[in-house]
Every structure is written in structure tokens, then in C-alpha cells.
């Protein structure tokens, strides 16, 4: 009995994706940076992808680094084919292979449909649902190439989509952004449908309203936090670690029978709370 108290003890203390490959885009602020560094913390070398901001990545590389293990940073746009090859190519030949991609990388530009432009709307398009179909197919080839290493992960590889809300809540004047993450949730389950026999696991992360550069409007002051938590029944926005945390929980084989799902990390706020007293 005391034998298996301690294997338990010494499973426990091993963290959870030690020896793992890691890839997070858009890892240089916000929800990816949290999430590069969480990743680390739990045992995986970390690919810092960003697009702009090489010191601030740079940043990154060095906080995941203090944690005893390995990571660098790579300039890629997420929307170019060629480049997404070249940086999955890299990841390989850098660490020997690739076991976790977490496809965060997005944007926002927003305008009422009326004055919307073709342009603002195939950006969004272009780097919030194509680059995730990239991203996850470049994984794809390596996890199915290399198959299960059984003492790393029972899984061949994990895919990590980063969704939102608002792929099932409208959010009217934001109907690019809105309408790219309502495809993140449909790409995400047909990859998990078709990858599910390479024992390849898809699964998404929509977060609520999370305090990150490219919402700072919505929770800076005090009168904008107050409004924006009335649609928040857990009653706070949330952190970039709230999302790190649940990444890390679904790269992990803890997860591992978990394939295709959308895991909202909102405090409620897909509760729809305005029903609460009202309807």
C-alpha cells in the first residue's frame, strides 16, 4: 500500500506535458503569451510564433526558458501558406518533432456591417479561421508521421483551437470576427471527427471576456468593467491564465478522452444572463 502511495506521489510531481513539443501562435501578448508560458511550466519546449512585436516574443522566450526548459521565437503570419509550412518545419527540425499545436493566433477589426469593407472583412477571415486551418494541418502531417510515443503522450499529437464566445453568441458590428470563430467550432469538429482514428485530438478553447490587449476598451475603467460584467454571472472578467490553465489541462492526457469539444471558459457568460430576470 505504501509502494503505491509513492508511485502516485512521484506521478503527481512529474508535470503534466514533460518532454512534450509545443507550438502556441499569437504567443507574444495577451491569451497566447499566458498560454506559451503555462505550457512551459508544465514541461513543454514552447515555439513563440508572433507576427509583430520580436522583442516582446523575445520577452516570452526568456520566461519560458527560467522555467528549465527550452523554447525560441518565430516570425510567421498565420494567413501565409508558405510561412506556416516553414515555421512547423522548423519546430521539427528544432526539437525533433511537434505534439501540441495551439492555433491562437486572431485579430479584430471591427465596423457595422454597412460600413464594413471587403478588406476588413477577408483580414479576419484570413488570419482567424484560415490560419487555424493551416496551423492544424501542418501539425496533422507531423502527428500522423511520427504516430503514438507512448511514454510522451497517449495521444499522437493535440490541436488546440482557440475559438470564442461569440461562435455561437451574434455580436452585432463584429460580424467578421463572429463569423470567423462560428467556423473555428465547425473546422475544429470535422478535423476531430476526421483525425480521431490517428488518435489525434482536436478540441476547442472559447474564452469570455478575458483581460487582453485587444479588448482593453471593454474592462479599463471602472464604468466599462461594470457594464461589461452584466453579462458575466461568475461576477469578474477573467485572466489570460484562466485560458493558459485549461490549455494545458487539454494538451494533457488527463483530458485524452476528450475529442471535438468546445470547452467555454466564461464565467457564464454563454448562460445568456439577461434571461436571468427577464423572458
Not at 122 to 148: H, P, S, W, Y
Not at 196 to 223: E, F, K, Q
Amino acid at each position: 500500500m505504501a509502494e503505491k502511495a509513492d508511485e502516485h506521489r512521484r506521478a503527481m510531481s512529474v508535470p503534466l506535458l514533460k518532454g512534450q513539443k509545443a507550438l502556441v501562435t499569437g504567443a507574444n501578448s495577451g491569451i497566447g503569451l499566458a498560454t506559451a508560458v503555462a505550457l512551459g511550466r508544465a514541461g513543454a519546449d514552447v515555439v513563440v510564433n508572433y507576427v509583430t512585436g520580436a522583442e516582446e516574443a523575445d520577452d516570452v522566450v526568456g520566461q519560458i526558458k527560467d522555467l528549465g526548459v527550452q523554447a525560441y521565437a518565430h516570425e510567421a503570419d498565420v494567413s501565409d501558406e508558405d510561412q506556416v509550412v516553414a515555421m512547423v518545419a522548423r519546430a521539427v527540425e528544432e526539437f525533433g518533432t511537434l505534439d501540441i499545436m495551439v492555433a491562437n493566433a486572431g485579430l479584430q477589426r471591427d465596423a457595422p456591417l454597412t460600413d464594413m469593407t471587403l478588406a476588413q472583412w477577408q483580414k479576419v477571415i484570413d488570419v482567424n479561421l484560415t490560419g487555424q486551418f493551416l496551423c492544424a494541418r501542418e501539425a496533422a502531417k507531423e502527428f500522423m508521421r511520427r504516430g503514438v510515443v507512448p511514454e510522451v503522450s497517449r495521444a499522437a499529437g493535440k490541436i488546440i483551437c482557440m475559438s470564442s464566445v461569440h461562435q455561437i453568441i451574434p455580436w452585432a458590428g463584429h460580424v467578421n470576427y463572429a463569423s470567423s470563430k462560428g467556423g473555428v467550432s465547425m473546422l475544429m469538429q470535422t478535423l476531430a471527427q476526421e483525425l480521431a482514428p490517428h488518435r489525434i485530438r482536436v478540441n476547442a478553447i472559447a474564452p469570455g471576456a478575458i483581460r487582453t490587449p485587444i479588448n482593453r476598451d471593454a474592462w479599463s475603467t471602472p464604468a466599462a468593467e461594470a457594464d461589461l460584467l452584466r453579462l458575466i454571472p461568475y461576477g469578474r472578467v477573467g485572466d489570460p491564465d484562466d485560458i493558459a490553465n485549461a490549455v494545458v489541462a487539454m494538451a494533457s492526457d488527463l483530458l485524452d478522452y476528450v475529442i471535438g469539444t468546445t470547452l467555454y471558459v466564461d464565467g457564464g457568460m454563454t448562460l445568456f444572463p439577461g434571461f436571468a430576470t427577464g423572458g
